[in-house]
């Protein structure tokens, strides 16, 4: 990690020192570092809305990019979505010199002019997605174990919704047979023709 990165990493430790309000979540030679800042900014409503920013600092950084995820219980996921979009693209005109403290004072000062633009849809479930913004947040991969789905159908349409919603790629397996007897052979690792001969 370069020294100013290093640098700021020191600075942001003695900024956010309240209880709760920094913590460094990973160190790697490799990825670099990830922390979380616990914040707070006005909202639409004038009341403070909690903000869990978390932040990537990969080894090249501050030539490039942070990555950065935006958290909130009081924001929509568009909401969070909108946020992140905007403090990477305030992220863009501060490349190439240490940014993380800029981009919190920022969204402190600016998280109500953001909910308030008509593309946040301020409670509105619809995602909406910077077309220009690219960042690299690594491969992920998320198991979701759906269990007694009653309407396959519906389900799959919710997830797919979900996933175009998020942009995100993948395929959904399902697992067992819908034959309640075949899943219950598989499950019990009996031979079904000798479980009806002990029935009868």
């Known amino acids: 990690m370069a020294e100013p990165a290093r640098e700021e990493l020191s600075a942001l430790a003695a900024i956010f020192c309240g209880p709760g309000e920094w913590e460094v979540l990973s160190r ?14 006005e909202g639409l409503t004038g009341a403070d809305v909690p903000l869990e920013l978390v932040f990537h600092l990969p080894l ?10 935006v958290h909130s219980e009081h924001l929509t996921r568009a909401q969070s979505v909108t946020v992140k979009e905007k403090l990477l693209k305030q992220a863009e005109n501060l490349s190439s010199e240490p940014m993380v403290h800029e981009l919190v004072l920022w969204i402190q000062q600016n998280l109500r002019h953001v909910l308030n633009q008509p593309d946040t849809g301020s409670g509105s479930a619809k995602c909406t997605f910077a077309t220009g913004t690219i960042v690299d947040d690594g491969l992920w991969l998320t198991l979701v174990h759906l269990d007694h789905m009653r309407a396959k159908t519906k389900y799959v349409k919710t997830v797919e919704k979900w996933a175009s919603d998020l942009k995100l790629t993948g395929r959904l397996m399902f697992l067992g047979v819908p034959d309640s007897s075949e899943n ?4 019990c690792g009996l031979k079904w023709k000798e479980m009806q001969r002990e029935n009868d």
């Open 28 to 41: 790697s030679e490799t990825d670099g570092t990830v922390f979380r800042i616990l914040t707070k900014a």
């Open 60 to 69: 090249n950084y501050p030539s490039c990019l942070p990555g950065i995820s």
């Open 184 to 187: 219950l052979q598989s499950r």
